[in-house]
């Protein structure tokens, strides 16, 4: 996963530097915690993350993010770096394309996928779909990864929150079981930029078998805070990081 690290960071770095100040579309810092309490699971996770996207002309870009995900449950370090390719529908609206790798400190998953998004001061919308390899260990089973989130301003300076994540394994008997995050919360956006959120949400589990649809009954209950600062437009980057550990729960 070196060159990936190193290629997202070249990204970073030259976005910031002055001579490529005015390709900086965006920008992203942002750190949050998941806790976890009730019978089934109770964990805290954790996230640190990093993005900048920069403009190349006035019809496409690039943009990276980075990510460092703890959790008190596991000894290792997750890392996530995702690569976006964009064309720009406008100076707010993106269609894009990414490449993304996760290491958990023993397995490394690299997935690539299609994506869309949206971002200004009324609101902000992701959407991504795409394949993960080397998650399962069987040649037979097919591994995605898909999210949905939408945000929308609701008073002055206030925005509500929706999203949801999920990772799927399917079979050759179109056979799926599916893992993933559900959750509602607000954001406050200060005046200055940086912004405070909180959320509250679900991991679950459903399965389909010989057409048969089964719901976990024990879905694990977690309440998230976090902060973002923000540069370049509202947003900061227009796509986030794509990642297993996303879809888990942290």
């Not at 998941?34 to 996770?45: E, I, L, Q, R």
């Not at 397995?107 to 009324?122: I, K, L, M, T």
């Not at 977690?222 to 370049?232: D, L, Q, V």
Request: charged fraction near 15%; avoid cysteine.
């Amino acid at each position: 996963m070196s060159h990936k690290i190193f290629s997202a960071a070249v990204i970073l770095a030259v976005a910031a530097t002055p001579s490529f100040s005015q390709s900086l579309n965006g920008a992203t810092i942002s750190g949050n915690v998941n806790v976890f309490d009730d019978d089934s699971y109770d964990a805290t996770n954790s996230a640190l993350k990093a993005g900048a996207e920069l403009g190349l002309s006035r019809d496409f870009a690039i943009s990276g993010n980075l990510a460092v995900y703890n959790s008190d449950e596991v000894d290792e370090t997750g890392t996530n770096v995702t690569l976006h390719g964009l064309y720009m529908i406008s100076p707010t609206t993106a269609l894009g394309v990414y490449v993304a790798s996760d290491d958990d400190g023993g397995a490394n998953y690299e997935h690539f996928g299609v994506e869309a998004g949206f971002g200004s001061p009324q609101g902000r919308f992701e959407f991504y779909y795409g394949a993960v390899d080397g998650l399962s260990d069987s040649s037979s089973i097919d591994t995605s990864i898909a999210g949905i989130s939408f945000e929308f301003e609701v008073a002055r300076n206030f925005a509500l929150m929706l999203n949801s994540q999920a990772v799927t394994f399917s079979d050759d008997f179109n056979d799926s079981v599916t893992l993933g995050t559900t959750a509602i919360g607000g954001r406050y956006t200060f005046d200055n930029g940086p912004s405070i959120y909180a959320e509250i949400g679900q991991l679950g589990a459903t399965a389909s078998i010989d057409g048969d649809l089964f719901v976990s009954e024990n879905d694990s209950n977690f309440f998230a805070i976090g902060a973002e600062m923000t540069f370049g437009r509202s947003s900061g980057t227009l796509m986030s990081n794509r990642s297993v550990f996303e879809a888990i729960g942290y």
